[in-house]
C-alpha cells in the first residue's frame, strides 16, 4: 500500500483541521467553565455579603435592645410602678442588712456582758454562712414573687375589670336635667 504524495497532504491536512477544532472545541469548554466558576464566586460573594449584613443587623439589634434593657430613665418612664415597687423592696433588703444597732434597753449594749454579744455574733453568723446559699435562693424567690405580685397589681389598677385598659368615662347630660352648679 503506497500512499502518493496527494493523500499524504490530504491526511495532514484533515489532521490539521481535527487538531484546530479540537483546539477550538476546548476553548469553548475552558471559556464556559470559567464563566461558570466566575458565576459561583460572584454568588457566593453575595450570600455571604447577605450573611455578614444579617449578622451585623442582628448584633445591632441586639445591643439595641440591651441598651434599652438596662437604660433606667427609658425604663422608668415605661414602667413607673414596676420601678417604684422594685426601688422600695431593693431599699427593704438592702437596709435590713446593716441593721445591728440595738435599743437603749437591749442586752447587746450593756457594758456588763461584752462577750455575750461576739459569742452571739459568732453563732448566728455560722449559721449564716453555713445556709448562705439557701439564703439567697429564698431571698431571690421572695423577690420575684413581690416584684409579679407588684406587676399584677399595676396592671389591675390601669385597667377595667374585663381586662381592656381603663378609659375615662365622660358622661353627657340628659336633655332634660340642668347641670347642677
Do not use: C
Not at 435562693?137 to 377595667?160: D, F, M
Amino acid at each position: 500500500m503506497k500512499m502518493d504524495s496527494t493523500d499524504l497532504d490530504r491526511n495532514i491536512d484533515d489532521t490539521r483541521r481535527r487538531i484546530a477544532a479540537a483546539q477550538l472545541s476546548m476553548v469553548e469548554k475552558l471559556e464556559t467553565m470559567e464563566k461558570q466558576i466566575r458565576d459561583t464566586v460572584t454568588g457566593a460573594q453575595s450570600a455571604i455579603e447577605g450573611v455578614v449584613t444579617n449578622v451585623k443587623g442582628t448584633i445591632s439589634d441586639t445591643a439595641d435592645s440591651v441598651k434599652r434593657t438596662f437604660d433606667v430613665p427609658y425604663q422608668t418612664r415605661q414602667h413607673p410602678w414596676l420601678v417604684l415597687g422594685s426601688s422600695v423592696m431593693i431599699g427593704y433588703l438592702l437596709g435590713g442588712r446593716g441593721a445591728t444597732r440595738g435599743r437603749r434597753g437591749d442586752r447587746l449594749h450593756d457594758s456588763a456582758d461584752p462577750y455575750r454579744h461576739q459569742l452571739q455574733q459568732g453563732v448566728a453568723s455560722g449559721v449564716l454562712n453555713q445556709f448562705k446559699g439557701e439564703i439567697g435562693s429564698l431571698r431571690s424567690a421572695a423577690v420575684g414573687a413581690i416584684i409579679t405580685a407588684l406587676w399584677e397589681i399595676a396592671k389591675q389598677s390601669l385597667s377595667e375589670p374585663n381586662g381592656q385598659p381603663g378609659k375615662p368615662k365622660i358622661s353627657k347630660p340628659k336633655q332634660n336635667e340642668k347641670p347642677v352648679r
